[in-house]
């Protein structure tokens, strides 16, 4: 892939900033052809500093009576207590309002029927995108660009914070009339018509409108697209859910409804960016379903799109949304740009990782010499631009090919032998050059440069050091990880353990010897000039045919002396060639071409077979009772899943379960509406005392026969296929239930088994909790909450010792 045309003395003027004294760590930063760089020194310093202020703006909550103490409209709808009325929507209305215009100087006006966004959720949208766009170009950060947002709303919310806090240009689009009216208002109020374009667009028109635009391309693409699919899933514009702490929600259905939800939204833009491509530099989307971001991570790699980024945008304990962004360009975002979540459950989304610690040395050990042979043996390749900074201990380099390998250099010193310029040696080389990949070279003061512009107290520089520190011991994990030659095998597939962990470090190395032993190769490193002695199949080496010709012939005398000597020589040296073993009572058989094929087939069937009986046994359906926990168990019902279905699946039926048997109908009027406005990231599975996470399927843990605390199985579940005339018979119609609640009745149950004869349907329901998330992040710190944890794969709980918030061990050793 090409990369931009760059001197070298562009290169250099990225490296002008003072050294400073940090830990002894060099790493290595690559891309597919170049890379980008947070930290540009020769930047306005006031870029950084505020940059710095709207990072930190929103790190703790809003502080409400400082803000009734700014804001006199704000301090008539707080409380006595200081706590703000999130169900009244003109309270929330007023603190968008009073954020905007104390934190960044915006004025806005927003209808009663129409979305009211809530500021610090929007504002780490626009801080991961600014990070995005910063990391993936060489030039300075603050620079201009031009944006597109699609569904800007009444709000017009997203260009309004970007033209705050960068001299950005905005195209925002809505197919709303009436929002489209409030937002070309609110761009008036702000005095903003020069930069931010209102366009109105219709429901079967293209998301990115470059032609009808008159522009050949732009720098980014963002859009907060609906989450919900249909009118009986959303019900949330009607009345404000009574569960707190959810704010009053006024969007209308134009705004939080469309056909298929935000994948299928999401899915028209990365169709739209198939045709595009380069054209705009990030298409970018948040998303408010993990299970979405699945879903269109896959998408993205179906369609060969590999440089994407990823992130988990979260607002104290009750907001939680994510980002997603893919470019066809080839520059690669930092590690903590592209791969925001932190959580190993998340592994498989995130793009490969881009950064590898080399080489990590004690505090206090002088590294200049290090550093020196670094810099001269990687400025000693034949590189486009090599440019090395002896202050900060810093270099970046693109080179157009492999300059490393053996073969390279070995072809390199036949060519200056031989007299051929250097030009010629490349047969593609134009005076064009094409980067193939860009890499940077640094320590770990290099990052803390970074993270450390505008601190004044002693305790920040510790606390970003500490945690610049921590980012490389992980990073560094991470890419050990991801650079192994034996991949790591996905447990949730097979419960066959992995023979190559099994080999232990010295049968490694033993085999390494062997192979090493070679007297004849054919690698790409060996060069023709260089030739190995030809090995016969006794394991002798054949004498060269020159050789031969030159050596006298032996005389009589001393053919016979030889001849004897051979002789005492093959009594006391066993025979190169091994004999079959005759005390043995079967001989193996050679391995020819004909037993080799034979042998593949016998495994393809075997193969064939085993995901036959995979796929018998995630089709068997189980029951699974539950109740619904809020410090009481409410009886929930009972559950018909498959093996194979994922858990976020069961949350979704345990919401319709309990919407069909009115559960907490007692306590409130319309409970099938209120049990229809609870999402599935709303809801938690809790076995035991195990918080089960939401992307696995219930197979991992029956295949797997996962051990709990308590030595009590998680699903205690048969991991057998069933008999055929019992699949047969189950197989029959058993449609997945994709309705709403309105009709209840139509359950697609027809031709089911029935519930009772399902495994599992006499479990103890208790055991099972359905748990409203929320009500866990408000009493987490109380019992039985306390004492919930997430499920680690990596985990033995048979040996866990159970503790207290705290730390402390209980004075029993096992689990109740």
């Not at 309004?160 to 009216?181: C, K, N, V, Y």
């Not at 903003?192 to 732009?218: F, N, Q």
């Amino acid at each position: 892939m090409a990369a931009r045309k760059r001197k070298m003395s562009d290169d250099a003027a990225e490296l002008g900033a003072p050294a400073r004294a940090g830990p002894a760590t060099v790493g290595v930063t690559t891309g597919n052809s170049t890379f980008g760089q947070p930290h540009r020194p020769g930047a306005d310093a006031s870029i950084y500093h505020t940059d710095q202020y709207y990072r930190t703006l929103y790190s703790s909550e809003p502080n409400f009576k400082q803000l009734a103490k700014q804001d006199a409209n704000f301090a008539s709808l707080l409380k006595e207590n200081g706590q703000l009325d999130f169900s009244d929507p003109a309270a929330v209305m007023q603190l968008t309002k009073t954020l905007l215009r104390l934190d960044f100087g915006l004025k806005i006006d927003l209808p009663e029927d129409r979305l009211c966004p809530p500021i610090p959720n929007r504002h780490n949208y626009i801080l991961w995108l600014k990070n995005l766009m910063d990391t993936t170009s060489y030039e300075e950060p603050g620079r201009k660009l031009c944006g597109l947002d699609i569904g800007t709303g009444a709000s017009c919310i997203y260009p309004l914070l970007g033209t705050a806090q960068r001299p950005w240009h905005f195209i925002a689009t809505d197919i709303d009339s009436r929002s489209l009216e409030y937002a070309r208002t609110n761009v008036k109020l702000n005095g903003l018509e020069d930069r931010i374009r209102i366009l109105e667009r219709k429901a079967p028109d293209a998301l990115i409108p470059l032609g009808e635009l008159g522009m050949h391309s732009i720098d980014f693409v963002m859009m907060n697209p609906p989450f919900y699919t249909s009118d009986d899933e959303m019900l949330s514009s009607a009345e404000k859910k009574s569960r707190p702490p959810h704010s009053a929600c006024t969007g209308a259905p134009v705004e939080m409804v469309c056909d298929g939800g935000e994948v299928a939204y999401v899915g028209r833009m990365i169709q739209e960016s198939l045709g595009l491509r380069g054209r705009i530099q990030w298409y970018t989307s948040m998303l408010g379903k993990v299970s979405s971001l699945v879903t269109l991570v896959d998408r993205l790699r179906l369609n060969g799109i590999d440089n994407f980024a990823v992130t988990e945008l979260v607002q104290g304990n009750k907001t939680r949304r994510w980002a997603l962004g893919w470019s066809f360009g080839p520059m690669r975002p930092t590690e903590s740009v592209a791969r925001g979540m932190k959580a190993s459950i998340w592994k498989k989304l995130l793009p490969l990782p881009v950064r590898m610690d080399l080489l990590v040395l004690p505090s206090g050990v002088e590294i200049s010499p290090l550093i020196q042979r670094i810099a001269e043996i990687t400025g000693s390749l034949e590189m486009i631009s090599w440019c090395w900074d002896s202050e900060r201990l810093k270099g970046i380099g693109r080179v157009r090919e492999n300059v490393w390998s053996r073969a390279w250099r070995r072809r390199k010193a036949r060519e200056m032998k031989e007299g051929v310029p250097a030009d010629a040696s490349r047969p593609g080389a134009t005076e064009s050059e094409q980067c193939q990949l860009g890499f940077a070279i640094s320590t770990t003061h290099d990052r803390l440069s970074t993270n450390t512009v505008g601190l004044v107290a002693l305790s920040d520089f510790r606390k970003r050091r500490a945690e610049a520190l921590e980012q490389h011991e992980r990073e560094a994990r991470e890419a050990a990880l991801s650079s192994t030659n034996v991949s790591t095998p996905d447990r949730s597939l097979t419960a066959t353990p992995n023979p190559v962990s099994d080999i232990s470090d010295a049968e490694r190395q033993k085999k390494k010897k062997k192979r090493a032993k070679a007297l004849v190769s054919f690698g790409e490193d060996e060069d023709e000039g260089e030739e190995a002695p030809v090995v016969n199949r006794a394991g002798k080496k054949k004498m060269d045919m020159a050789e031969t010709a030159k050596q006298p012939e032996a005389s009589d005398g001393d053919a016979g002396e030889a001849s004897k000597s051979g002789s005492e020589n093959d009594q006391k040296k066993p025979s190169a060639k091994i004999s079959a073993n005759s005390s043995v009572a079967i001989v193996p058989r050679a391995l020819t071409k004909a037993a080799l094929r034979r042998e593949a087939a016998e495994r393809e069937a075997l193969r064939k077979e085993f995901l036959l009986l995979q796929a018998a046994v995630k089709a068997t359906e189980i029951a699974i009772p539950f109740v619904f926990y809020d410090g009481t168990n409410t009886p929930g019902g009972t559950v018909r899943v498959k093996k194979g279905d994922y858990v976020w699946l069961f949350l979704d039926k345990s919401r319709k379960v309990a919407a069909q048997l009115r559960v907490g109908g007692d306590k409130v009027a319309n409970i099938r509406r209120e049990w229809a406005r609870v999402g599935v990231d709303d809801l938690m599975l809790v076995r035991g005392t195990i918080i089960i996470p939401h992307h696995y399927e219930f197979y991992f843990f029956i295949i797997n026969k996962t051990i709990g605390p308590g030595n009590q199985m998680l699903f205690n579940y048969s991991a057998e296929a069933p008999p055929k005339n019992a699949a047969a018979a189950g197989s029959g119609s058993a449609p997945t239930s994709t309705e709403g609640l309105s009709n209840p009745s139509k359950t697609g149950s027809e031709g089911l088994p029935d519930l009772a004869s399902l495994e599992g349907f006499s479990d103890d329901p208790t055991f099972t909790k359905v748990v409203d998330r929320r009500w866990y992040e408000r009493n987490k710190h109380i019992y039985p909450a306390n004492v919930w944890q997430e499920f680690d794969p990596e985990k033995d709980y048979q040996k866990e010792i159970r503790r207290d918030p705290g730390g402390n061990a209980f004075f029993f050793s096992k689990w109740e």
